[in-house]
């Protein structure tokens, strides 16, 4: 919303918005574009009379904003519509789907491009280092979204993908995640496999075929489709993956066509992966490899992307996004690799819809055993979530502890701090995961930190 708001702004719309505990780095994105945030919902929001209202996915029936707008017959849409109506339209649409990666390789697919001299339009669910800013409307005949399979909004239950009509699609892999919307994996593999109906015959789907839910949906697909990944019956292979002082370097050999030698400057498999489905939308349109890896070299990674925040006493700080299992464990991973002798401490808070559940919970503590040492928080809102759906972060702890591991669940930041804080030693990295704001967690621990060693 943050950054369809700075698109319209950018085409001399007069914009307004209300949200409840807005954070950076969306918040910092809409004051530096002059967008005024109006704490909280209230009917005098909508005073004067708006020509449209944009309502996110998160408002329902109930919200006083929502009612006036129905009452007085002000005319709405969702985000996902209007991106598409004045942005989308009539350009190539590429979009980016997946449980995983969304954020990273959309951002990387349109620092590509940019660097190509495509000129994409893009809209991404993060800042780009390398753009300063999560969208652009772009002058070339791409536009790049990142495409969200969570609804749309309260009266149009889709995923958010469905109003991008994809010309090319790219699908990194698939997971359950989403319970208060999907009942099961097989709701979100009904979604994306409505989803491959809509790209055309002369489109192209980019898909991971290592990923047996990615191929259970391929079997509805009626366009082109080229798969990747590491095993013998992908059409694009990776191999070689090693890490570099300035990232991770591997090798791609497309079946029946030609070999590449690639680095990035990411940490991971899961970002080769990414990177991999980026070159092959590249190769398709036209890029040579030579500009594809000049766009990798000076790539910058996004906010909260494994972010470095700050370095105390050569205690290492991170903030990272991820809040499902396999991107702790993909995150834990890359970030021991690149650290690989010094104490991991991961600490994590359980906020999104899913991870406050128990739905997870037994991938959960095998995420966190790639640790040496674990810190969770209280999940977010618990007291709203019946107790037999609730995260048990005591058990995840115990059983953590019967591995040999050393973890302990607080209450809150405050308590986290202080069981953190005297713990900590010179070359120990501190992985903080959270995809919210998790009270400012980050610089009240570098601050802390600093203070208590001074």
Not at 240 to 263: C, H, L, V
Not at 270 to 276: G, I, M, T
Not at 341 to 359: D, G, H, K, M
């Amino acid at each position: 919303m943050a950054s369809l708001a700075v698109l319209l702004k950018r085409r001399e719309y007069h914009i307004t918005g209300s949200d409840r505990n807005v954070y950076p780095p969306m918040s910092t994105f809409l004051q530096e574009n002059n967008i005024p945030i109006m704490e909280g919902y209230d009917e005098s929001h909508l005073t004067p009379r708006p020509d449209l209202v944009v309502i996110g996915n998160a408002l329902s029936r109930g919200n006083p904003e929502v009612e006036v707008v129905l009452e007085q017959g002000i005319a709405y849409v969702s985000m996902a519509e209007l991106l598409r109506e004045f942005f989308i339209q009539g350009k190539t649409s590429l979009v980016v789907t997946g449980t995983h990666g969304k954020t990273t390789t959309t951002s990387l697919m349109a620092w590509v491009f940019e660097c190509a001299d495509k000129h994409p339009g893009f809209m991404i669910g993060g800042i780009p280092e390398n753009f300063g800013t999560s969208c652009k409307a772009g002058e070339g005949q791409y536009f790049i979204t990142e495409g969200d399979e969570y609804d749309t909004a309260f009266f149009d239950k889709r995923s958010k993908f469905f109003h991008y009509h994809p010309h090319q699609l790219l699908i990194n892999n698939l997971e359950f995640d989403h319970a208060d919307i999907f009942n099961s994996l097989e709701d979100i593999l009904r979604s994306f496999r409505l989803l491959l109906r809509l790209v055309p015959r002369n489109g192209l789907i980019v898909a991971n075929g290592d990923d047996a839910n990615v191929q259970s949906v391929l079997t509805q697909a009626y366009s082109p489709v080229i798969t990747f990944g590491m095993g013998d019956g992908c059409q694009v292979q990776i191999s070689q993956i090693r890490n570099t002082p300035q990232g991770t370097a591997f090798q791609m050999d497309w079946k029946g066509r030609k070999s590449y030698e690639f680095q990035i400057p990411l940490l991971g498999e899961h970002n080769v992966r990414n990177a991999v489905g980026v070159t092959i939308f590249a190769l398709h349109n036209g890029i040579e490899a030579a500009a594809i890896q000049n766009a990798f070299d000076q790539f910058q990674n996004i906010k909260r992307r494994q972010e470095l925040r700050g370095t105390i006493h050569e205690i290492s700080v991170y903030d990272d996004f991820a809040h499902h299992p396999t991107a702790i464990r993909e995150t834990i991973r890359a970030l021991k690799n690149k650290h690989p002798q010094q104490r991991l401490i991961a600490v994590f808070e359980p906020r999104s819809n899913t991870s406050v559940q128990n739905v997870h919970q037994a991938e959960l503590i095998e995420a966190l055993q790639e640790a040496d040492k674990v810190v969770l928080a209280r999940p977010h809102r618990a007291d709203s979530i019946p107790d037999e759906k609730r995260l048990d972060t005591q058990k995840v702890v115990d059983v953590l502890a019967s591995r040999g591991m050393e973890a302990t669940t607080h209450d809150n930041v405050t308590e986290i701090l202080d069981h953190l804080v005297p713990q900590a030693k010179p070359n120990d990295v501190i992985l903080i995961m959270s995809n919210g704001k998790f009270e400012n967690i980050h610089v009240r621990l570098l601050d802390a930190l600093k203070e208590t060693r001074s």
